[in-house]
């Protein structure tokens, strides 16, 4: 099962990586100011992730492959890590729907 791991940045804010079993970060979180906002981004992904047409892929100018899932309203809630094939970004946007609605929540704030 997977698990979202809850961290400080440097910069004081809050950030979330939900991660595979294998422990690989498959979906990465913006900051937030607070505590309270990093929990709510982490149930609307729980909820986001269920639904296909919230996952946008995405090509870089490198050519590398990457996804952002996107809330109701259309703010990015989780991004990926980049991909060099297209099989294996579709693999981490199946990875993120599997592992997210049941992924406990583990603080590391230290």
Known sequence: MGKFVVSLRKNGEFQFNLKATN???ILSSEGYT???A???????VKRNSQEPKRFEK??????????NLKAT?????GSSQM????????NGIASVAKNAPDAEVVEELE
């Open 38 to 44: 990093c929990m709510n981004g982490i149930e609307s």
């Open 73 to 77: 309203n259309g703010q990015i809630i």
């Open 23 to 25: 422990g690989q970060v």
């Open 83 to 90: 991909y060099e094939a297209e099989v294996s970004c579709d």
């Open 58 to 67: 995405l090509t870089a100018k490198n050519g590398k492959f990457y996804f």
């Open 34 to 36: 607070t505590k309270a």
